[in-house]
DNA sequence: ATTTGTGCAAATCGTTTGCATCTGA
DNA sequence: TCAGATGCAAACGATTTGCACAAAT
């Protein structure tokens, strides 16, 4: 899984050390530049940087206005547009997958694999919910010509 | 179910004849009239022709802007600040439910029982899927202090 | 050197709000 | 009469875009 840092990389760029500079840890720098080059994308600062963000915590669900802000406190500075641009290009490769539930904000959710969610009306807050501990029954067939790509659930929730 | 225009509202009005006048069956707009007031809402020219027009037709998936033009088109002039606040107003009392698939527009629903969607992304339509058809399974328990009000289940289809 | 990404500000889009005016009960 | 609705324009928040500059291969 981890390799060394050295690997990812050209020897000789001080690429390494600017970029293991930004992270806590220069291992979870080199992970992402592999995760970002397996997906396609050139490795730049800023993608590590949000990436390193992103990904680093386990399961995160954020809006482009939560990570910009994660951003320019405690790393690079990033403007508002390239973290949108940069979230929808996760989006595209892969890593990451947008939840339609609010209207008003797009969230994006780090886990990318198969689950539903919970989500907490009062507080604009999602919550993931394992395929184990919910399924969907028997799904009718879609018209002609269209077929099923994604299967989204959410459970809404209010204070009791 | 159907009663005499005359019964909805009080007699020696032309309020009866402006409406009956914006909608194609006057019988349409009493019903809008007594649906209206069922809910609690006082039925305005604009709430009835808008009504009319949503309720007339079946099951109905508008956004605001849908209902605007169609409004415009056929009936009484409504700007579109009036469409927006008068579909939330619908759906406050419960004629109508709003669907969030989409992200980046609104929809509203004029089923208002139980059910789910297919939503066909590059052509931005919405189907019904009747319960009967699409159950979800065990849901897991909601986090303490809340309570499930509403599960939204959306099948996503593209073009083959 | 060439291609690709980034920052910024301005533009856009859907939606909401404030307020003067109108209308239904 | 008079609370409640409406129209309009301006305000708004989230997101996108255009373009000059910077960085990666």
Redesign the interface.
């Known amino acids: 899984m981890k390799q060394s840092s050295s690997s990812a990389f050209r020897s000789g760029s001080d690429f390494e050390e600017a970029m293991a500079s930004r992270v806590r840890s220069p291992d979870l720098a080199s992970d992402m530049i592999t995760k970002l080059r397996a997906a396609g994308l050139r490795p730049t600062r800023t993608r590590v940087a949000l990436s390193s963000l992103l990904f680093a915590k386990g399961d995160r669900h954020v809006t482009a206005e939560m990570l910009f802000e994660e951003a320019n406190q405690a790393e690079v500075s990033v403007s508002l547009a390239t973290v949108y641009n940069t979230l929808h290009q996760f989006t595209e490769v892969g890593l990451l997958c947008?939840v339609?539930?609010?209207?008003s904000r797009?969230y994006f959710d780090t886990n990318n694999t198969k689950h539903h969610h919970?989500y907490?009306e009062d507080r604009h807050e999602l919550?993931d919910?394992s395929p184990t501990?919910?399924?969907?029954?028997?799904?009718?067939v879609?018209?002609d010509?269209?077929?099923?790509?994604?299967?989204?659930?959410?459970?809404?929730?209010?204070?009791?």
């Open positions: 947008q339609a539930v609010d209207g797009a919970f907490i919550i919910i501990n919910m399924n969907v029954g028997k799904v009718p879609p018209p010509g269209y077929e099923i790509f994604r299967i989204d659930v959410v459970v809404r929730l209010r204070r009791k």
